[in-house]
Structure formats: C-alpha cells, structure tokens
C-alpha cells in the first residue's frame, strides 16, 4: 500500500524573541500559518526493516540527517514497529529558506507512518513526538494559524487570517536558522512587534490590520548580514505588495496582496533579479 501526505510551508506573521533561555534555547512569540506550497511525500512499506529516503531534489541529505528519516526511526522505536520504509519526497519548498520544509517533511512522514503503520497515536502525541525532532515540527503536524510559545512548540489554534495572495520570494543564498539565533542579541532588539494587535487585526479579520502588524525581530540578524534580502523587502513594497516581511530566520521574503491584478506586476518585477518566486494562496 502507498499513501501519500502534502507537507506545506510555513510562514511567521509575527516572530518575537523575548529571550535567551538555560537550556540554550530562545523563549518565542510566533504567529505561524501555512501556505499552499508543498512537498509531497509518498511513503511505502518495504519488505524488510530499514529507512529509504529518495528525492528528486539532490541538494538534501538522504541519510539519518534528514528530517523524514529522524520521524520514522523515532516512531519505530517509540512504537516498536519492526517494519521499514520507502519515503519518497518530492521537493517543492526551497531549503533553507525559512519555510520550515524539512520540519513539515518530518511532520507529514509523522502522520503518514500513523497511518500505514495504523498505530492510531493521537494529534498530541504526534506533536509531542515532533518536539524531539524541532521546535517547528509540532505546528507542522497540526497545520493550521497558531500561537506558537515556549520555543515555538507550545500551541494556541487562533482563527485564520483573511484570505490573500502570498508572494514568496527567495534570494540565492542559505540562511541557516541556527547561525540567525546565534547572532540574535535580545537587548539589541530596536522594536518588538505587538502580539495583542496581530491578534487583533487576525480576529477582525482585517488584511490591512495584518499587513500593518506584521514583525520578525530576527529582521534586524538576516538583513544586516545579507542586504540583498532588504533590497527585496523594498521591491515588493515598491511593486505593490500590501504588507511585506522575511520568514523565519529568511532568507525568504513574502508578500501579502489583496487584489490579483496586482501580483503580475509583483512577480514580473522580483523575477527580474530573483529566480525563485512563488504566487500561492493561505492555506485556510
Ligand atoms: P526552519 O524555518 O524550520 O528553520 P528552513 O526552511 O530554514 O527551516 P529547511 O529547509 O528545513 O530550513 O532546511 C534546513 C536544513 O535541514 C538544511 O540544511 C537541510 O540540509 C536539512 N534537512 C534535513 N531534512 C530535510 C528535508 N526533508 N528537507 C529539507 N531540508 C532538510
């Protein structure tokens, strides 16, 4: 039997940083949603009892460091399954990007194995599992708009934002996520986005509310180091996005557009010095 599951991206309308916590992790404030660019995994039962990861992509590690494998060999263990398995994954989501693809292939292959496996573990216990994976996995399992606390897998499920137009944006270069984090200096933070008015703004249902409380104090990180990522930021401002920000640690932009004659002007206007440009809908 093959079954399949859609692993999509993410993206933070709002990530604060409050602190540096003892156990070297960051205390967060996220509002994460998902997007409608995704991976596809396609997951097999194989004849005897090991882990095969393949990709079309040939830029991800394909042994025990990616993600997919890390989901089922902990589920194996947890759930002593003495089967193996065939993950194929089909990459759309860019790497690195801070879209959270790897953590959403660990999250997808985490519901996919429950049910080929028909081990019937609950959503909770699934994302308690996808805690030991990273902090962004438990909110991939779920899917969803989220207040994400703690390091970001402590969730509270909110309303969706209003529906819009998301343009992302990728420049050619990596970010990695924990190298942002480890520049990140709390007390250097020049202004930190108001939870309480996204909030807001998401509860009213308001576009323009969101575009206007949109924040990621990790900006201040990505942008100094990578000034081509403000240039972006500032291109989309400028061809007409209603709200603009980096995801994640970046180096991804994404742009939230109300209206869809604006965004062939928007994608034209990126793709002419960035080749990765994706227009997608919320997923809501
Ligand atoms: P986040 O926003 O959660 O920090 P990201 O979008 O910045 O994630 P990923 O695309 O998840 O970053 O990739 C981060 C690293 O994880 C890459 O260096 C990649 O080699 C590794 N990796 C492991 N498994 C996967 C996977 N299934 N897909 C993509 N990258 C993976």
């Given amino acids: ?12 309308l709002l990530l604060d940083v409050l602190r ?33 990861i393949s990709s079309q992509a040939g830029y991800i590690p394909l042994d025990e460091k990616n993600l997919a494998f890390q989901a089922a060999r902990l589920i194996k263990e947890r759930y002593d399954v003495r089967k193996g398995v065939y993950i194929h994954l089909d990459k759309k989501i860019p790497v690195a990007a801070g879209l959270a693809g790897g953590s959403s292939d660990a999250a997808a292959a985490l519901r996919g194995l429950n049910r080929l496996w028909k081990l019937n573990i609950p959503t909770s216990e699934l994302c308690r599992l996808g805690a030991e994976l ?11 708009t989220a207040l994400a606390t703690g390091r970001g897998e402590v969730l509270q499920h909110i309303d969706n934002p209003p529906q819009c137009w998301v343009v992302l944006a990728k420049p050619p270069i990596n970010v ?9 200096r709390a007390d250097e933070v020049r202004r930190h986005p108001s939870l309480s008015g996204m909030m807001n703004a998401i509860k009213q249902g308001s576009l323009h509310g969101v575009c206007s409380e949109l924040g990621n104090v990790l900006e201040d990180v990505t942008l100094s180091l990578y000034p081509q990522v403000m240039q972006l930021k500032e291109s989309m401002q400028r061809l007409g996005a ?13 742009g939230l ?15 002419g010095f960035c080749k990765e440009v994706y227009v997608v809908r919320m997923l809501t």
Avoid: W
């Fill in 1 to 12: 039997m093959k079954i399949y599951e859609k692993a999509p991206a993410k993206i933070n």
């Fill in 20 to 52: 540096k916590r003892q156990d070297g992790y960051h205390e967060v404030e996220m509002i994460m949603t998902m997007v409608d660019l995704a991976d596809r995994l396609e997951m097999e039962e194989l004849g005897r009892d090991a882990i095969i």
């Fill in 134 to 144: 990273g902090s962004d996995v438990p909110f991939c399992v779920t899917g969803g």
């Fill in 176 to 184: 990695s996520t924990a190298d942002v984090y480890g520049r990140f």
């Fill in 242 to 254: 209603d709200g603009v920000l980096m995801s994640g640690s970046g180096p991804t932009v994404f």
């Fill in 257 to 271: 557009v109300s209206k869809e004659a604006k965004l062939a002007r928007i994608y034209n206007g990126l793709r």
